[in-house]
T-cell receptor, first 112, second 112 residues
Framework: ETGVTQSPTHLIKTRGQQVTLRCSSQSGHNTVSWYQQALGQGPQFIFQYYREEENGRGNFPPRFSGLQFPNYSSELNVNALELDDSALYLC???????????FGSGTRLTVV | QKEVEQDPGPLSVPEGAIVSLNCTYSNSAFQYFMWYRQYSRKGPELLMYTYSSGNKEDGRFTAQVDKSSKYISLFIRDSQPSDSATYLCAMSAVSGYSTLTFGKGTMLLVSP
């Protein structure tokens, strides 16, 4: 059973640029959630995808967007990057209706 | 007031000590309570999951939930240096597809 895989592991971008982060779900999981974890903070919910549709969204602006593909993999896109977007971005997959989110190791994004 | 409050620590203990980690919360809709362990540069790993009030034990770990006080605890017996990590409490109102609300995390350091 494979876990959740995220790429890239680290990324440095310039303010105003756009970034795409990728996530491969754990085998058998059909729901993907994205979380932002700033340094010294707990993860904050960005949004969740189920059956390729957004299924819930946290308090993040529209420049944060995502996709889920038929194989349940997912992308997080962030436009017009700001310095405060620097954080660890975590992808978590789960099976709808059950607990037990499996998190990836995250993508460390630095905006300069 | 944040929905979930957790002392960030660090909490330093000698090997073999009993560790107590705690969170308080304000949202009475929370029914599912989790503890995650996060090592440096890694994603959170689910340690314990509890539904509603009560205790749950798994090896050296015991999770307690007191919904009347809106207070949850994680106890670690016979702590080991390998337990050194950040411990995050997380909660949700609905199982499975609901979002998780995390505390800030408590950094635990177990010295040999």
């Amino acid at each position: 059973e494979t876990g959740v895989t995220q790429s890239p592991t680290h990324l440095i971008k310039t303010r105003g640029q756009q970034v795409t982060l990728r996530c491969s779900s754990q085998s058998g999981h059909n729901t993907v959630s994205w979380y932002q974890q700033a340094l010294g903070q707990g993860p904050q919910f960005i949004f969740q995808y189920y059956r390729e549709e957004e299924n819930g969204r946290g308090n993040f602006p529209p420049r944060f967007s995502g996709l889920q593909f038929p194989n349940y993999s997912s992308e997080l896109n962030v436009n017009a990057l700001e310095l405060d977007d620097s954080a660890l971005y975590l992808c978590a997959s789960s099976l709808k209706g059950y607990y037990g989110y499996t998190f990836g190791s995250g993508t460390r994004l630095t905006v300069v | 007031q944040k929905e979930v409050e957790q002392d960030p620590g660090p909490l330093s203990v000698p090997e073999g000590a009993i560790v107590s980690l705690n969170c308080t919360y304000s949202n009475s809709a929370f029914q599912y309570f989790m503890w995650y362990r996060q090592y440096s540069r890694k994603g959170p790993e689910l340690l314990m999951y509890t539904y509603s009030s009560g205790n749950k034990e798994d090896g050296r770990f015991t999770a307690q939930v007191d919904k009347s006080s809106k207070y949850i605890s994680l106890f670690i017996r016979d702590s080991q240096p390998s337990d050194s990590a950040t411990y995050l409490c997380a909660m949700s109102a609905v199982s499975g597809y609901s979002t998780l609300t995390f505390g800030k995390g408590t950094m635990l350091l177990v010295s040999p």
